[in-house]
């Protein structure tokens, strides 16, 4: 049995060799190759340039000190963020394709292997802000170094595919070549979000309040205006699920398959911070009832009474802390930072509950392009427990830990939210999290039953 | 939005009152009380003699001592499950029902509430192994006497369903104590089975490593015959999951409700001692690649490399900690005791998955009926995580909290094992337990894509 | 205070053999046999039969169940006490002088080994109260058998020694039989408080709040009379300190050394549950200019807010739990259960200190004999840290760790209490606990400087 | 070694009021007063510029990183040392004596407040690492400032008392003010030296083993010759214990009292890395008969077969991390960074003990001037328990939270070792950590008996 495990921008990849599937994947294959020929060369370098520059650009109003602490193990330091993508890229990529590769450095192997068991040794994910060295400026120097020699690599790859047709041997390697790229660019923008989140959350243990970066002339005063909320009904239905056609995916959605949904109601917005804190003043954090029984324990245990960014002042006024700092608390923004506990509660007292995965994706297909707030708010919790799909399987080797060996005791999170880069959204992208979970930008979309 | 939220044995209930369903419920409780009319006076009564006794048989074996302790936080002493049993029937069914109401203990309400927030205080449940009194006698004592007034009720409430046509309100309460009684004894015997996996932790621990009971005669030198695994096909298509119909159902398997499933195949029956010592000896347990990386860290904080109760001398050979003490690890029996994430670790070890829920209700009623060890060998893991059916509500007050609240970071367990009372299995019946649970008696059936 | 007979400290116990000491060593043995001989027989066999028969005594009004629980692991099952006491008979006893020893049962040499790194291994500590079997019948058949070997060789060695002029070979035999059949007793005699303090903190957690015995005629209504605390001053100088002479001491007693004591006045009784609550309700608990910064952590971490065994209602009466069940707080009877932490803090809001040991021994031979609750009321916390005395060194062996291994971060106690064995308090007597250790019945004894 | 002018144990520092001790206080004031008058100007002044430059120049060879982070919670960060000692100048002495004083920062209060309760609020310790701003930019300039308004400060003072005879006021503020400025400066040696620990443990977790800075050439190839270990006999009498006389102490070396010490026998030098190396491959981290009974269970838990900053590689050759990096073990350098737990265990396998710190006292104080490592190799453990002196009594207000609150379950450290500021030991002087503490540079001294 095989599948397709990832995809790049102009090509599929296969990771598991099957003679019943190779004719199509040749196929593929051709498309993506001939795609490299009929562009313009150095597409592929732009792309990377741009995507590695985005990282700097989010490290860029922090300090040194900023960029190497780290504020709890579920976090990571900004540094150990932009040394570990440029691992990516220097072991699953040069160490393979550049002829002579060299290590940049002989125990980064270790010190920024995140967690694949298959590449050996890793430094305790615990201790990673305690790596006051290497500095800041020598992972800008590592990252400069590997820029440099992906760049080259991928010119030369570029010229390989240009120059008359490939052979077997090439075609196989170019398109791993291919694969592997776009996976790192994509596991890149995956930590530029998380660069954002944990950067978040160091700072807003620091009773100075400090703002990452100044509350743009945009944003002043501006709540925006109020959407009512309303139901939208789905009828019930047999629906495909799961990615298909072109462009890249992770292989976790994958393969697309069908599932039934019974018929159900999609909120057309989220939950805001006026309902949010309606919820909080009724007592909502005090009330068993409306808790899962882990979720209550969890509430006790850390004596929460609120979302993690708010506080509340003697007059009972309430504010939040964002990337501006401290700020009032605005009414019609999406209420952000919340675990699935608390998601899960705050349906339970409105008389709804969290969509699953199914009925969000096929939702979000139908409502979507009427600035419903699927993507680019906040993440949305999922009552869909992190789970293979039917005939998923992860790819061999080390990049296959990516993400089959995590889909125990996560929810699934859909959508995408306002740290997240701007193309790196989709329709059936998984994003998961522990229920605890509240660091990241995510909030709740309700659902009622049919 | 309401639905029927729990059935008696000859009787749906409401749990909540909706006008559009009630001429239908109206229809069963009549049903219902027909057949209490109908059938010898004091069957009800009969069946509570019967289901209460056999808590009795379990505990006969051991000593008061073995009575009053627990072992781990997520076991129970044998005489707080004597006595939560009872509180039960005590506080939601004689509380309620029984005319002049006295509690037999006041502070019994507290001692032995399990987890109904909505009951009041609890006694916290990692010290339920300290309360050395109540003595064991005293429980019995507790234990008579409240079957004596249940009796009585019973006697009662069956005497008014005979005397003629029953009034609106008569209807309405005769219902709501069939339902209760029938949902005290369902989980009475919940609890038996928990009796007996908790005691054989208990003993386990003991370096006596005592028997709970003789080894029957029966199973002397008994390793069963061995089957080969088969593979049955299952095609693809909209199947329906839950219960519907006559005869009791806990909340959480209702509503019945259509889901799709993909083609896949399902093993003929559970993995053996044989095949598991294979994956122990082949190194499974030391090997990464294969165990989810939550259980991966879990095996390694515990550094576990076989299952609980397996055992092996200094000669290599495997012995068993069963409830007839130490034996000889039998190679055909099921393998036993496995934690969710040693199952999920044996499955792709094997080359193979978990099936879920729906692949598993749906081959189980398609395979039962040859022996094929769905029910009355060992609750089988399921990859589906413990969730909520589509449209499916907790009935209102404590009772609620039976299920639903659990819903999250628990993983469903399908058929029934050697410990669950012979009566107490069902197609659509769910067990859930979290990933990490190891003293129930479960196993593994294996599945592969279609 | 009459004394056992037979003396081990400077002779047996202590093994270091100094070749200036022997004469004397002789001489002791010689005074210990000549006393066997002279005194009529079986009085060693009776004084072994009370004390073994007080242990009994103290597990008479406990049920099974009430024996076989541990409620932490600070403190120990009754039964466990009840076997490990004999477990010390046979191994350093029986199974050295008894000729054909055979251990009553081979595994009690791992269960009841308590923390003899010597003997080998050891069941860990926090699961003694798992064990349910043996059962507390089959312990008080092992108390049975050993006690009945015990007195065949008691007897035979005095009729040994009686017969005749012993050689030099069982001189040394007689002298070490002696020595630890001593330590024996007085060790029964130690875990005897242990058995009393343990299982009251078994019924403190109970709420049912049972009582380990009515509450004696004697006692009702029995509030002593009010003493006047009295400041006895102590002139400076070099005083002696630790055990000399006839009769029985532990090891760390020894050797009896100097030490130089400044001036100082010793309070004539200890603090009382007037004064002590008078603390309380100053805000004692609530004030950390009065807490050593580490007891002040302990006491935030449990919210400690008064005594353990003390609670308030609701009108701000006290009580106290005892082993007579809750009664009313006893004004003038002494407080009792402190930690080092409070009995600190206390005395800092006194204006007080606690006594060093040197300074508590001195005082007490000085002022003893005119009821000054020395003895027989509550063990008096030093500021003194368990320590060896100069020239201190362990016996070898495994009965070496007997003492010297736990000379690190605990807290000696002077004095004995109303839990303490009769005989079994001495002037040179230290008993330790951890600054933390609260179930011991433990007080306050203050001093002033000079 | 040059002593501070001032003295401020009995007369300032220590705030009991007692008429008996008015007129002597009076006296040392007198004299200090006295001693301002006759020094040059300014003196104080160029004393405080040096000693706070020292920590300037320790921080020097460090990165803003390295200055953040905090690798443990018994440690802190470099920048969090430099502002701490800055705040303490701030509070205990601007605030009190500078007219119009303004905080320089009204966070700073909480942020940089250690551990005094009397202060208010403080930032919780483990956290200090999470601080990354203020920068360490900033805190130099927070240091700036307050050191321009500290110098300011004791003009303004010398100018006072050179300008005639002070009144009573004038000479009670001067006093005090001396007091304080003497306490903040030994208070940031005390800090200079655990800068030299912290970051060395801190940068001990890296695995690129970064040095704090060159091997100094004078050091290259540089074990020092073998002293041969002799025994001084010192013999028993009553000796005097405790700072009198002129110059700077701690509260807690007062006052001098009389201790009576039996004969024993002083090592003339510390154990150095050949003999520890010894115990190490005797095995003396396997044999449980060598340690305390909690030493051992702290071994066994961290799994420790060696120091903390040794490391053996393949070949059984043994190196050291040091402040110069990783450096081979130097056979006769003083074996350093032991917890208490392990001179412990060593003393006993080398059949000796440590000393008491009355011992270490008198015999440093009579065998010093000779080389004998008493001063500036290493802090060596005494066998005494942290307690007061007799007569001891912590001064008024928050500054007496300096000491006396830590006296208990810590053991007393005697002498100085290389990391501490030049003039900054004293024979009296009492250093305290726990007994598992091992990031310190400690060593052993060995004793016998007489």
Known sequence: MTRPAMRT????????????????????IDAAIQEVNHRPRDRMGDR???????????????????????????ASPIKWHLAHTTWFFETFILERFESGFQAFHPQFRVLYNSYYEG????????????????????????RADVDHRMLLLIDAM?????????????????????????????HEQQHQELMLTDVKH????NPLRPAYQDLPEALVGGDPAELPLQWHRIEAGVVEVGHAGEGFCFDNETPRHRQFVEAYHCASRLVNNDEYRAFVEDGGYLDPALWLSEGWEWRKQLALEHPIYWQRDASGHWSEFTEYGLQELQPHRAAVHLSYYEA????????????????????????QGSGREFFGVAWQWTSSSYAPYPGYSAPQGAVGEYNGKFMVNQYVLRGSSSATPLNHARLTYRNFFPAYARWQVTGIRLARGG
Request: charged content about 25%.
């Open 48 to 74: 990377f340039r741009r995507v590695r520059r985005q990282s700097q650009v989010i490290a860029e109003p922090l300090s040194a000190e900023d960029c190497c602490v780290q504020s709890m193990p579920d």
């Open 202 to 205: 160091l700072l807003s243990i």
């Open 119 to 142: 590449v050996g040794e890793k430094f305790p994910r615990p201790q990673r802000g305690l790596l006051t060295r290497p500095s800041l400026e020598e992972v800008q120097a590592y």
């Open 158 to 186: 570029e010229a390989g595919a240009h120059a008359g047709g490939p052979q077997e041997r090439l075609r196989a390697q170019l398109a791993d070549f291919l694969a592997l790229l776009e996976l790192g660019l994509q």
């Open 344 to 367: 899960d509660a705050y349906a339970r007292w409105a008389g709804a509950r969290l969509l699953t995965e199914a009925e969000w994706e096929h939702a979000a297909g139908k409502m």
């Open 9 to 28: 921008d102009g090509a599929i990849v296969e990771a598991t060799a099957d003679a019943a599937m190779s004719a199509a994947i040749d196929a593929v």
